[in-house]
T-cell receptor, first 112, second 115 residues
Framework: EDKVVQSPLSLVVHEGDTVTLNCSYE??????LLWYKQEKKAPTFLFML????IEKKSGRLSSILDKKELFSILNITATQTGDSAVYLC????????????FGKGTKLTVNP | GAVVSQHPSWVICKSGTSVKIECRSL??????MFWYRQFPKQSLMLMAT?????????EQGVEKDKFLINHASLTLSTLTVTSAHPEDSSFYIC???????????FGSGTRLTVV
């Protein structure tokens, strides 16, 4: 059974701190890994990673995938209160319907 | 691009009634859409995969007769919660992707409360 494990489950930091969120996975026929940010409603897309070792960057957020060790990290530098959200990691397996399998998420709270 | 619209945003219904939720891809065609359910402080759980022109594929433990899915066109999938009960109260979200190797976009979600 495909599985995605995120850690930590929750994290409280102060503005300006740098955080690293972890995502490990076990999936048959891995295709890609996605990171989402969920505030009050539906998740918003952050990154999609398919290749090992290639960092994806968007502003203060960056992410990288290690397909050998089966994990990914999401980094947020110089955190702001607006970064407070649940960050979800999901994997897509090849074949069939390419459904997303989600982890439980990391709840990040950034205090002023 | 890649916008998914979901309607309604919230609905309250009485036990025993049915509720229909719509998911539309606004600027792309989606042969496949996904329906998720999310309970408070839990992650998204895939309920079913909606396939245009054919039957939906349900995940283990999801009652297909209770959660009816129809994907009649390339831009619209509907989820009908039949004979709703309070335990069906949840946040339902759909998603779709305009093409392979592209991020999946989510609708804004529907908060269902059954009283």
């Amino acid at each position: 059974e495909d599985k995605v494990v995120q850690s930590p489950l929750s994290l409280v930091v102060h503005e300006g701190d740098t955080v690293t969120l972890n995502c490990s996975y076990e999936v048959t026929n891995f295709r890609s890994l996605l990171w989402y940010k969920q505030e009050k409603k539906a998740p918003t897309f952050l990154f999609m990673l398919t290749s090992s070792g290639i960092e994806k960057k968007s502003g203060r957020l960056s992410s990288i995938l290690d397909k050998k060790e089966l994990f990914s990290i999401l980094n947020i530098t110089a955190t702001q209160t607006g970064d407070s959200a649940v960050y979800l990691c999901a994997v897509v397996a090849q074949g069939g319907s390419e459904k997303l399998v989600f982890g439980k998420g990391t709840k990040l709270t950034v205090n002023p | 691009g890649a916008v998914v619209s979901q309607h309604p945003s919230w609905v309250i219904c009485k036990s025993g009634t049915s509720v229909k939720i719509e998911c539309r891809s606004l600027d792309f065609q989606a042969t496949t859409m996904f329906w998720y359910r999310q309970f408070p402080k839990q992650s998204l759980m895939l309920m079913a995969t909606s396939n245009e022109g054919s039957k939906a594929t349900y995940e283990q433990g999801v009652e297909k007769d209770k959660f009816l899915i129809n994907h009649a066109s390339l831009t619209l999938s509907t989820l009908t919660v039949t004979s709703a009960h309070p335990e069906d109260s949840s946040f339902y979200i759909c998603s779709a992707s305009p093409r392979a190797h592209y991020g999946y976009t989510f609708g804004s979600g529907t908060r269902l409360t059954v009283v």
